[in-house]
């Protein structure tokens, strides 16, 4: 069953606005993780947010962690056509100790930067 | 570095066929894991690994069989394939069990 689930599932924006992308989900977890894939290729990390920590940058990137509201957004500022991809959301389990090896993914949010 | 690699790109099995989906990571990476990817559905784990000869179940194992007998290499084998395992299947490892490296995907079709 999915831990992670993305809102809005897809989003059309134009070059140079901001995009923003919600994750909410549903057992306390150690971290959240934020990932990308294009179109037929595998994914890429992108950010990675303990749960004592409320908020972390990365570029253009922009990840909040609400642990009290089991929700995360990352936000991506002044996009660009090559940000169109795929993003995902993933936990891991409530039981697993130390590492994250059983991460659970979200279905996935379309991003469409419109040039 | 190749990072982490997978074989086939692409395979057509028929039903009741049985293959396995090489991957391979070249960063000493202890953990690895199985994913399959379904449209709507996102990435399910089917079999992960902590470390060479242990390996445990994700969330939908059944159907696949894992062995982990070298630190490199995570095959994943599907003992008699059915329409159901049409999917698309990542292979990825990970240093510290978090950030977690993908492969490029092996797309499966079982007719």
């Known amino acids: 069953s999915q831990q992670g689930e993305e809102d809005p599932q897809a989003l059309s924006i134009q070059e140079g606005e901001n995009a923003t992308m919600n994750c909410s989900y549903k057992?306390?977890?150690?971290?959240l993780q934020w990932y990308r894939q294009n179109s037929g290729r595998g994914l890429v990390h992108l950010i990675l947010?303990?749960?004592?920590?409320r908020e972390k940058h990365s570029g253009r990137l922009r990840v909040t962690l609400d642990t009290s509201k089991k929700s995360s957004s990352l936000l991506i500022t002044a996009s660009r056509a090559a940000d169109t991809a795929s993003y995902f959301c993933?936990?891991?389990?409530?039981?697993?100790?130390?590492?994250?090896?059983?991460?659970?993914f979200g279905k996935g949010m379309k991003l469409t930067v419109n040039p | 570095n190749a990072g982490v690699t997978q074989t086939p790109k692409f395979q057509v099995l028929k039903t009741g066929q049985s293959m396995t989906l090489q991957c391979a990571q070249d960063?000493?990476?202890?953990?690895m894991s199985w994913y399959r990817q379904d449209p709507g559905m996102g990435l399910r784990l089917i079999h992960y690994?902590?470390?060479?000869?242990?390996?445990d179940q994700g969330e939908v194992p059944n159907g696949y069989n894992v062995s982990r007998s070298t630190t490199e290499d995570f095959p994943l084998r599907l003992l008699s394939a059915a329409p159901s395992q049409t999917s698309v299947y990542f292979c990825?490892?990970?240093?510290?069990?978090?950030?977690?490296?993908f492969g490029p995907g092996t797309r499966l079709l079982v007719l």
């Open positions: 690994s902590v470390g060479a000869g242990i390996t």
């Open positions: 960063m000493n990476h202890e953990y």
């Open positions: 057992t306390s977890i150690n971290n």
């Open positions: 993933a936990t891991d389990l409530p039981f697993t100790q130390g590492g994250s090896e059983k991460l659970v």
């Open positions: 990825a490892s990970s240093r510290d069990g978090e950030t977690q490296y």
């Open positions: 947010i303990r749960s004592n920590e």
